[in-house]
């Protein structure tokens, strides 16, 4: 072994970092909440470009808000290697779900600094905004405007529940940058992130090898019945949406156990009624409907068959089923050599890892269409994420930035 | 037939009034929005006030805003026979629902000071406040308090969504009223409504004689699971609340048709999911029960079979589910000698009518507490109330402030 190959991060340095950060919008059940550009997502980002500063890191804002901290390599002509996540949360979230890729980015460049060690190319960690999509939708939406998926002026234009807009929220946070948003171009891109999944944790493997995300499709579902009083309509002349939300929902699991399992996913995470009055059957019902599958094609054939069931439960109801498309990502397949490096990388370490698919939506779906990208993802408890109890352990943190490290060495000093 | 059986309400000028009332938080669907103690409700208040003493009669406002405008009868000793309901709206409502109540009382009394006609005991009539339960819970706030169904100081607490109680809603607009709420005793009580059903109509009948109101439960029904990522999660490992609403509902209104059909009633006015995050498993849904029954013991009886099937749903799936008792309303028998009095008015008049009972509460079921009471149904179109396109005809609304003219009349006379 080399002793750069022997070369490893500060576990219990980055370990403090994460603590530190989670206690910006930190919750009584010891989650965080911290929306997109709110004054939690403010202070976080305060916290990231304190800490590059004293890394000596020269940071630059873009003007959907994106941060940058940028470390040169010893070859001007070299395209730069990214490293990095996002430090907005769920409203009710847990507190690696995004940090644990920007710090370990951090941590990953005061390691280098630490050893004296340059790379030939240059490094930058980023922290994009709005991953979650909570706050604003769509999700990713920084990283999206970065590689040109979705255009400035729409994202700056969107609005959060209360109508304030992105370009709004982002001059009251003061983070409304002057560089422009994307036109670079990347040697390699890698994100370090939990898998918010079981699967690492129930193979009992140190690190997840990401291939590719599953593609996913956002839909809001509206059921048009006839509003009406809850006393003295009798039941049977009632066109009632929520009793077709019941039917439809049973049908619409059944549908997806029996011809999508174990790979598809369908989550409704939002629910409303209107006019949503206690005494009053509501006029209208709306979910939302998030189907994932790793296969672009079944994806597709998921969207069809659930939107005629939910027809055929509707229609002799006399409910009107409208499906509105919200957001749509096909399935990503991640570049070959970021992929291998990231293996390597595990190799190098000593950590047992398997190549896997993704099944949440991340940054580097964006990113992987300006750059060679790939995703390292290391377990956490019981899969559980999006949730304030989300947790994992200082050594699965260090084995996730060790990883990063030593593929980013390989990437920026390839020849 | 003598001159006073012959007196009728100015069917015209009634509908001219209504149609006053509805401009004051008018919907471009031809509704109303005039949640209580809006500016919209203020602006009902005033007008309500700026008619009474356009009649000579004197108004008084009581500490939770009730508001009662009084013309005296002929012998002090007698006590007083009240009419009245409300003119508060859903949030999108219609505009006979509460109005036509308030605005007959004043067409009758209007009618009988263009007629020369004194009664023995006095005439009042009553705008309830916060009838619907839309703004503030419960609904029917204003009679209950004045009942003494409800605490006065737990009526003036109630908040908003927005936590607005009461008692600063009714400082903002002015109607923080002098007089006591309640401690007052009466001769008899009358309310005209809208039968916010299909009854009627479909019997082709033009009045109906309401002898009581059918019970009524309201509950909130959390079902709580584990908030988790929608990617990730395999389905098979997740514990979702919405798989388990969906279950829930289908049960339980299979159990309500095979078991209560035709008089029982289930209504989920309000659906939440929480975090509501579109990709996110909500840890929890909550949905609104309100269900209604003419009979005490089936309406219990309902309640205890809905809350064991929810958890035979529920149980096996490790969803915890649980039930807010939030309010109760027995059913009501009304007071023989006002039901007669209504039945004779419609003979009076000539009009069909058919004896039935209420499938909504009304402020009577609380005035029902204090007073002998009675109600007046008339037909609306389709039976659909708690809607912008509720409608009825301007025959309807005469036929129905005739029949109270005469009930009101033989009450307020009687030996």
Known sequence: MTATEALRVDGSRLWRRLDEMARLGATPAGGVHRLALSAE????????????????????????????????????????????????????GGRF?????????????????????????????ANWTNEEGTR?????????????????????????????????ALDEIGYAGQTPVGGRSFRAALELHIEQGPTLEEAECEVGVVTGVQGAHWYDLTLRGEETHAGPTPMERRVDPVEALGASLVRMYE?????????GRLTHGVLEARPASRNTVPGEVRISVDIRHPDGERLESMAARLTSEVAEICEPRGIEAVWAHIWRSPP???????????????????????????????????????APTAMIFVP??????????????????EAGANVLLHAALALANAR
Chains 1, 2 share one sequence.
Do not use: K
């Open 97 to 125: 779900d995004g940090p644990l890729g920007v710090l370990a980015g951090l941590e990953v460049l005061e390691t280098l600094r630490e050893a004296g060690i340059e790379t030939r190319a240059p490094l930058e960690v």
């Open 41 to 92: 997502d403010r202070r976080a980002r305060d916290l990231f470009g304190a800490r590059a500063a004293e890394l000596g890191l020269s940071v630059t804002v873009d003007r959907i808000g994106n941060m940058f901290a940028r470390r040169e390599g010893t070859d001007p002509a070299l395209r730069l290697v990214l490293l990095g996540s996002h430090l907005d949360s769920q409203p009710t």
């Open 255 to 263: 549908v997806l156990a029996a011809e999508f399992a174990p790979e």
């Open 380 to 397: 956490c408890e019981d899969g559980v994420s999006h949730n304030e109890s989300e947790r994992i352990t200082p050594e699965q943190a």
């Open 136 to 168: 604003f939708a769509p999700a990713m939406l920084g990283s999206g405007a970065f590689s040109g998926r979705f255009a400035l002026a729409d994202a700056l234009a969107s609005t959060d529940p209360s109508g304030v807009t992105v370009e709004a």
């Open 332 to 370: 990503v397949r991640f570049d070959d050599g970021c992929v291998s490096a990231v293996a390597a990388a595990a190799r190098v370490c000593g950590y047992s890892y398997r190549e896997m698919v993704s099944g949440a939506g991340h940054d580097s779906v964006h990113v992987a269409d300006i």
